[in-house]
């Protein structure tokens, strides 16, 4: 389990990293092409296109974060009627399904960054499968953070309880 946990600390501490730097690439290029728009005139042609593109890699790869921390969407209902083992055996239920599910979405998603690897990138001038590989591999490391999750089972799912 140690090694579970040090492998769980570093991975998703290295995910964080590097959606903090996809996003704040996202936010620099958007920027700079309001700036070359409106003030120079002559806006940029591959600011657009690496804004999409590193937004796509930051929600794929900070969706397996909000899986490992438990605070994707959930129906607390069941969860809060249920006690001991059937609360148990319904995560282990709710486990499988967004496993399945996740496996499911890596298998396709591999599948389209196959399909398009000769499809080259408007104005940045490499495949666009670079793009949608993110798909298979956030799919992937969500895949290891809801295992983690379940794993663990001790903590409650980080959701905020404020009734509006």
Same mark, same amino acid.
């Given at each position: ?24 690439? !996202?936010? !620099? ?21 690496? $804004? ?69 990138? !408007? ?16 799919? $992937?490391? !969500? ?22």
């Amino acid at each position: 389990m140690k090694l579970v946990n040090l492998l769980d600390r570093s991975l998703f501490r290295a995910v964080s990293i590097v959606c903090k730097l996809l996003l704040f690439s !996202a936010v !620099a290029a958007g920027f700079y092409q309001v700036v070359s728009r409106f003030i120079l005139q002559s806006p940029a042609d591959w600011s657009e296109v690496w $804004t999409r593109s590193s937004l796509i890699w930051t929600v794929m790869l900070g969706l397996c974060l909000a899986f490992r921390h438990g605070a994707m969407l959930s129906v607390e209902m069941l969860h809060g009627m249920l006690k001991g083992r059937a609360r148990r055996w319904l995560e282990h239920g709710i486990m499988l399904v967004c496993v399945g599910f996740l496996g499911f979405m890596a298998w396709v998603g591999a599948q389209m960054a196959w399909r398009v690897r000769f499809q080259m990138l !408007a104005s940045l001038e490499f495949s666009i499968s670079w793009i949608y590989i993110a798909i298979p591999i956030g799919t $992937t490391l !969500a895949i290891l953070g809801v295992l983690v999750r379940w794993l663990e089972a001790a903590e409650p799912p980080a959701v905020d309880d404020t009734v509006i």
